[in-house]
């Protein structure tokens, strides 16, 4: 999937009461599909036009991501992604007071997760405003048992960003993410490769009677794709072609193993044996 800088419009979500967009998801479906997620997008996050910018849709906020890599070695890395936020250039000064939150929503590839535990010290420590992940989040299962998962994390841009003072706004989040055991392979190593986040803009506007929540969503219908957004993770994984060789040694090995425990077992018993007859 290709990220692309065009705003589409901004949405009103008058019951859309959830920390995070991609909670309710979750209550529906049991794994992560792409094809389930957008149609959960469609269904029930754009819910109609915020009436605060009904009649200025072309201030929406502009989100771009301009740097995406992999940082660190092994198993364990960091998905680094670097965001700006940008706004239109047309007159917003009649907009009422506001506050916005920068959201990126990274599904994972099957073969990856992240630590719900290390999602929370990054919380405390204040790193993000919000963070959290959903889908399976077993730490301990193989890949080939293993499915998918989301990380949503909430960023503060800050109060009036649609006014033109955070204009050029740079973002840049790290998720920790490891690697799970991959499946047997025929070249030791498996593939993950990494599509492109959702990206929103959440800002909270208070009108005359109520408090609103308005959503911005990025489209994919003009912009192209950055040439350094596709990340191919290879992880080294079991050849089948050595799996009879290491299965033979490891039975082997077992074998002389439990034969070595039994006989220093016995050895053991005949010394204490000898002994108490010498007393």
């Known amino acids: 999937m290709f990220f692309l800088t065009d705003i589409g419009s901004c949405k009103h979500i008058p019951i859309f009461t959830e920390r995070y967009i991609s909670e309710p998801y979750f209550g529906k479906y049991s794994s992560l599909l792409d094809s389930d997620f957008q149609d959960f997008l469609a269904r029930e996050v754009s819910l109609g036009l915020c009436e605060v910018f009904q009649n200025k849709v072309n201030s929406a906020p502009k989100l771009?991501?301009?740097?995406?890599?992999?940082?660190?070695?092994?198993?364990?890395?960091?998905?680094?992604?670097?965001?700006?936020?940008?706004?239109?250039?047309?007159?917003?000064?009649k907009l009422p007071d506001h506050y916005c939150e920068a959201i990126i929503v990274e599904k994972l590839p099957s073969g990856v997760f992240a630590d719900p535990f290390e999602l929370q010290d990054l919380l405390h420590?204040?790193?993000?405003?919000?963070?959290?992940?959903?889908?399976?989040?077993?730490?301990e299962l193989?890949?080939?048992?293993?499915?998918?998962?989301?990380?949503?994390?909430h960023m503060d841009i800050g109060s009036n960003a649609l006014t033109g003072s955070k204009h050029g706004l740079e973002i840049n989040i790290e998720l920790p993410i490891h690697a799970r055991y991959p499946p047997l392979g025929d070249c030791g190593y498996s593939r993950i490769q990494f599509g492109q986040p959702y990206l929103f803009t959440r800002c909270s506007v208070e009108g005359k009677s109520s408090n609103q929540n308005c959503i911005f969503m990025s489209t994919d219908s003009t912009a192209q794709a950055l040439d350094n957004s596709i990340i191919v993770w290879e992880v080294p994984s079991g050849?089948?072609?050595?799996?009879?060789?290491?299965?033979?040694?490891?039975?082997?090995?077992?074998?002389?193993?439990?034969?070595?425990?039994?006989?220093?077992?016995?050895?053991?018993?005949?010394?204490?044996?000898d002994d108490n007859k010498q007393s």
């Open 64 to 93: 771009s991501i301009f740097n995406r890599r992999l940082i660190g070695e092994g198993s364990h890395r960091r998905l680094s992604t670097s965001i700006r936020f940008d706004k239109y250039q047309d007159s917003v000064s």
């Open 125 to 139: 420590r204040g790193v993000y405003m919000k963070a959290s992940a959903f889908g399976d989040t077993n730490l």
């Open 142 to 153: 193989p890949s080939i048992h293993s499915n998918r998962s989301l990380v949503e994390i």
């Open 239 to 273: 050849n089948k072609k050595h799996a009879t060789t290491v299965s033979f040694f490891t039975f082997m090995s077992a074998i002389l193993s439990a034969l070595s425990i039994v006989l220093v077992s016995i050895r053991h018993s005949n010394f204490e044996t």
